[in-house]
């Protein structure tokens, strides 16, 4: 096992969202053990980009994995978190470096070790003291950076901390828990808070993605199609906003390539999924789903058909057991003209 110490900062959105989901998917790889991590800092950026401060922190962790297959388990963890590589030191989601690998000294085309700004970065270099002493063989070198470096040119104050999501979600649930006569410590709810915040992660998953990107256009021979594609009985799960309830059912969707422009038929039942895994209503998903495609394709038009049971109608309220709404949205063709509309239709029944 080697020790490692990585470099984590954030500076668009949710910056310690990003940070805490970052460690919780370090954590989760096998080879890797999360053993400590810094405070969290409020850091003025460094490297001569205009853009807003980030929070950094430093993590210390042990692996079996090797300096790129490390490399690589980081890349996988920025790109699950929308990080886009734009400008160079830019503003981003999240950035992870690996500051040490052990003693290791390591010059790769894609790997340099010691990371090669680590001594001339307050950002890194203070939270990383947090975390080395006198026994690491860096642990001077640390600390004369420290003193040389000018701390007004470079900002770094210690920032609260804010509960992580999944603490946050676990909290409240024990908070209900109380609040409806229950005993969070009885034998088969002590671990239900962390089940619900697990649960949530999953199924609303899409609840903070800024746009739907999972999909692959293709070009054929425009002359070779010119009717309507349909993709039905798409099952989904969504959320009302209002209860937090379950709704559940099918969505079809149809689309009228324009110029031979056609999306590659397993992306219709990921934009469901991305539509569907966040709080939202039935109308909604129904007009974002057509809109989004309407968005990335350009077709000639779009119609969507959504058909689901709700539990908030069912287990509550009027309590009526299987009842289906039904909501419709059409954009282009479909909107014009009966006919489309019409064939689309009945090709559901
Ligand atoms: N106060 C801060 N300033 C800067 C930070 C930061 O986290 N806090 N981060 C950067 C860098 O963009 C980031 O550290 C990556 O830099 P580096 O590893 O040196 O180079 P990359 O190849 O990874 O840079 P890319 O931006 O990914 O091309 C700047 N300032």
């Given at each position: 096992?080697?020790?490692?110490?990585?470099?984590?900062?954030?500076?668009?959105?949710?910056?310690?969202?990003?940070?805490?989901?970052?460690?919780s998917?370090?954590?989760?790889?096998?080879?890797?053990?999360?053993?400590?991590?810094?405070?969290?800092?409020?850091?003025?950026?460094?490297?001569?980009?205009?853009?807003?401060?980030?929070?950094?922190?430093?993590?210390?962790?042990?692996?079996?994995?090797?300096?790129?297959?490390?490399?690589?388990?980081?890349?996988?963890?920025?790109?699950?978190?929308?990080?886009?590589?734009?400008?160079?030191?830019?503003?981003?989601?999240?950035?992870?470096?690996?500051?040490?690998?052990?003693?290791?000294?390591?010059?790769?085309?894609?790997?340099?070790?010691?990371?090669?700004?680590?001594?001339?970065?307050?950002?890194?270099?203070?939270?990383?003291?947090?975390?080395?002493?006198?026994?690491?063989?860096?642990?001077?070198?640390?600390?004369?950076?420290?003193?040389?470096?000018?701390?007004?040119?470079?900002?770094?104050?210690?920032?609260?901390?804010?509960?992580?999501p999944q603490?946050?979600i676990?909290?409240?649930?024990?908070?209900?828990?109380?609040?409806?006569?229950?005993?969070?410590?009885?034998?088969?709810?002590?671990?239900?808070?962390?089940?619900?915040a697990k649960m949530y992660k999953e199924i609303l998953s899409?609840q903070?993605?800024?746009?739907?990107?999972?999909?692959?256009?293709?070009?054929?021979?425009?002359?070779?199609?010119?009717?309507?594609?349909?993709?039905?009985?798409?099952?989904?799960?969504?959320?009302?906003?209002?209860?937090?309830?379950?709704?559940?059912?099918?969505?079809?969707?149809?689309?009228?390539?324009?110029?031979?422009?056609?999306?590659?038929?397993?992306?219709?039942?990921?934009?469901?999924?991305?539509?569907?895994?966040?709080?939202?209503?039935?109308?909604?998903?129904?007009?974002?789903?057509?809109?989004?495609?309407?968005?990335?394709?350009?077709?000639?038009?779009?119609?969507?058909?959504?058909?689901?049971?709700?539990?908030?109608?069912?287990?509550?309220?009027?309590?009526?057991?299987?009842?289906?709404?039904?909501?419709?949205?059409?954009?282009?063709?479909?909107?014009?003209?009966?006919?489309?509309?019409?064939?689309?239709?009945?090709?559901?029944?």
């Open positions: 096992m080697q020790t490692v110490y990585l470099s984590l900062g954030s500076n668009i959105g949710d910056r310690q969202y990003y940070l805490h989901e970052a460690l998917l370090l954590g989760e790889h096998p080879q890797v053990l999360l053993e400590h991590h810094s405070k969290f800092y409020e850091t003025s950026p460094v490297g001569g980009v205009e853009q807003n401060s980030f929070i950094n922190l430093v993590a210390k962790i042990s692996t079996l994995l090797s300096p790129n297959d490390l490399l690589d388990f980081i890349h996988e963890i920025e790109e699950k978190l929308d990080r886009e590589r734009k400008v160079h030191w830019g503003p981003r989601t999240i950035d992870i470096d690996i500051l040490f690998y052990g003693e290791q000294q390591i010059d790769e085309p894609q790997l340099t070790i010691p990371h090669l700004e680590v001594f001339n970065r307050l950002f890194a270099l203070i939270p990383l003291s947090e975390l080395t002493d006198k026994s690491f063989k860096y642990n001077e070198k640390i600390k004369n950076a420290i003193n040389l470096l000018n701390k007004t040119e470079q900002e770094v104050k210690v920032v609260d901390e804010e509960q992580s603490t946050r676990e909290r409240a649930i024990r908070e209900i828990l109380f609040a409806v006569g229950e005993n969070p410590e009885r034998e088969g709810l002590v671990e239900t808070p962390k089940r619900v899409s903070r993605l800024n746009e739907f990107d999972e999909y692959k256009l293709f070009k054929i021979d425009p002359s070779k199609v010119d009717s309507i594609v349909t993709v039905k009985d798409i099952s989904f799960y969504s959320m009302c906003e209002h209860h937090m309830l379950p709704f559940f059912g099918k969505a079809h969707v149809a689309y009228i390539p324009k110029d031979g422009n056609i999306i590659g038929l397993s992306k219709i039942p990921r934009l469901v999924n991305y539509v569907s895994r966040k709080l939202s209503v039935q109308e909604n998903i129904t007009r974002d789903i057509a809109e989004i495609l309407e968005k990335i394709l350009a077709p000639k038009g779009v119609a969507v058909v959504v058909e689901a049971q709700h539990m908030c109608v069912e287990m509550r309220g009027v309590k009526k057991e299987n009842a289906i709404t039904r909501t419709s949205y059409f954009l282009g063709e479909f909107n014009e003209s009966v006919e489309k509309r019409m064939e689309f239709l009945e090709s559901l029944s």
